[in-house]
T-cell receptor
Framework: EAQVTQNPRYLITVTGKKLTVTCSQN?????MSWYRQDPGLGLRQIYY???????DKGDVPEGYKVSRKEKRNFPLILESPSPNQTSLYFC???????????FGSGTRLTVV | QKEVEQNSGPLSVPEGAIASLNCTYS??????FFWYRQYSGKSPELIMS????GDKEDGRFTAQLNKASQYVSLLIRDSQPSDSATYLC??????????FGAGTILRVKS
């Protein structure tokens, strides 16, 4: 089944404790993105990648890191999480000729 | 000015009616336009894409695009309670940066 897989689905952590949210897609897609979704603000892009080793900042990159060492994986790293990073996070991917993104199931992160 | 604007709603329609959802965007160079449906607590699901002026129909859904007016709409015919969700308009102005509106909540009453 073609899909984008994120883990974990839910995560509660403490301020300053490094964490990684994993994202993997099995569709051989070139483009991958991370979004966060907050009430009233909608979906905002954090980082995106156009291919292996090619990444760029989105609208809200502060406090986040990403890497794209393999085509299928695009992890999101929070080096020192803060409470304002409490949010619902989505990973998404699309192919070169298909503009429509496929989204993962989401990760609900709470930083206390 | 927000790049993509939608009325937050909620938009309430009776079962069987036509639901009309609207979206405006600011970047005149935008070429690709999308409608996503998102149920509460779930991920967005692509339901329509449109790239040229006019109408595009897919089952009960019709997307309409007017680039001169920078306006995109989604019509849902014969609305069902299962259509109750948040509908997100998304625009691709350039490159890979897909920009979303905040979404319109649709409620279909049986």
């Amino acid at each position: 089944e073609a899909q984008v897989t994120q883990n974990p689905r839910y995560l509660i952590t403490v301020t300053g404790k490094k964490l990684t949210v994993t994202c993997s897609q099995n569709m051989n897609h070139e483009y991958m993105s991370w979004y966060r979704q907050d009430p009233g603000l909608g979906l905002r892009q954090i980082y995106y990648s156009m291919n292996v080793e090619v990444t760029d900042k989105g609208d809200v990159p502060e406090g986040y890191k990403v890497s794209r060492k393999e085509k299928r994986n695009f992890p999101l790293i929070l080096e020192s999480p803060s409470p304002n990073q409490t949010s619902l996070y989505f990973c998404a991917s699309r192919g070169r000729d298909n503009y429509g993104y496929t989204f993962g199931s989401g990760t609900r992160l709470t930083v206390v | 000015q927000k790049e993509v604007e939608q009325n937050s709603g909620p938009l309430s329609v009776p079962e069987g009616a036509i639901a009309s959802l609207n979206c405006t965007y600011s970047d005149r160079g935008s070429q690709s336009f999308f409608w996503y449906r998102q149920y509460s607590g779930k991920s967005p699901e692509l339901i329509m894409s449109i790239y040229s002026n006019g109408d595009k129909e897919d089952g009960r859904f019709t997307a309409q695009l007017n680039k001169a007016s920078q306006y995109v709409s989604l019509l849902i015919r014969d609305s069902q309670p299962s259509d109750s969700a948040t509908y997100l308009c998304a625009v691709l102005p350039y490159g890979n940066k897909l920009v979303f509106g905040a979404g319109t909540i649709l409620r279909v009453k049986s």
